[in-house]
């Protein structure tokens, strides 16, 4: 007769995870202002999207896309496109 493995059981008396969750949710900012200077290392762009391929969806679909785009002059075209796009206010 073959075991069949049990899944790990989680163990909730240990809160290092949640702690560390805690810690980057109460240190979190909101930029508004951004240097154009500032170069982002490419190690940066796959961790940022490793954790949004993880972000969570319903059915667990995660039916999105994601477009990185690093050349200044094409980030300063989108953004003028969005804005001339942005609806100015509820109707």
């Given at each position: 007769m073959s075991q069949?493995?049990?899944?790990?059981?989680?163990?909730?008396?240990d809160r290092t995870k949640y702690d560390a969750l805690m810690e980057v949710i109460r240190n979190r900012i909101t930029t508004r202002a951004f240097?154009?200077?500032?170069?982002?290392p490419?190690?940066?762009y796959d961790m940022i999207l490793e954790a949004a391929r993880?972000?969570?969806?319903g059915a667990n679909a995660q039916p999105w896309h994601f477009i990185v785009v690093t050349d200044q002059n094409l980030k300063t075209r989108s953004w003028n496109i969005s804005v001339k796009n942005r609806p100015s206010g509820p109707s």
């Open positions: 069949v493995a049990s899944a790990p059981k989680n163990d909730f008396t240097d154009p200077n500032c170069v982002v490419r190690e940066h993880h972000a969570p969806s």
